[in-house]
Nanobody, 124 residues
Framework: QVQPVESGGGLVQAGGSLRLSCAAS????????LGWFRQAPGKEREFVAT????????AYGDSVKGRFTMSRDNAKDTAYLQMDSLKPEDTAVYYC?????????????????WGQGTQVTVSS
């Protein structure tokens, strides 16, 4: 089974950028689809981005479309979330998740493996 581990979170000013990484171990990374989700205090978990096993299909949540870019490097067993033009409302814990499905998915229940999360804080 694939175990995702997130890194790259931190504190940034509004308008700034961060790049999150999701390193996966314990399984066949190149055969899994991945997703990024986030959860802010007092709010429900929100879909951010998803990518299929080959990287040919990517989808984004409406609130991040045009500002965030998801990618993956199967040779490094790592996926990335480039976050630009950050806003205070992007503040949340960001989670990387993996599924054995080869197709991407916007639905959290489709993902079996979750990382511990990384905090992103955007100051105004």
């Amino acid at each position: 089974q694939v175990q995702p581990v997130e890194s790259g979170g931190g504190l940034v000013q509004a308008g700034g950028s961060l790049r999150l990484s999701c390193a996966a171990s314990g399984g066949t990374f190149s055969k899994t689809s991945l997703g990024w989700f986030r959860q802010a205090p007092g709010k429900e978990r929100e879909f951010v981005a998803t990518i299929n096993w080959s990287g040919s299909n990517i989808a984004y949540g409406d609130s991040v479309k045009g500002r965030f870019t998801m990618s993956r490097d199967n040779a490094k067993d790592t996926a990335y979330l480039q976050m630009d033009s950050l806003k205070p409302e992007d503040t949340a814990v960001y989670y990387c998740a993996a599924t054995s499905m080869r197709s991407e998915s916007t639905s959290a229940p489709q993902y079996s493996y979750w990382g511990q999360g990384t905090q992103v804080t955007v100051s105004s």
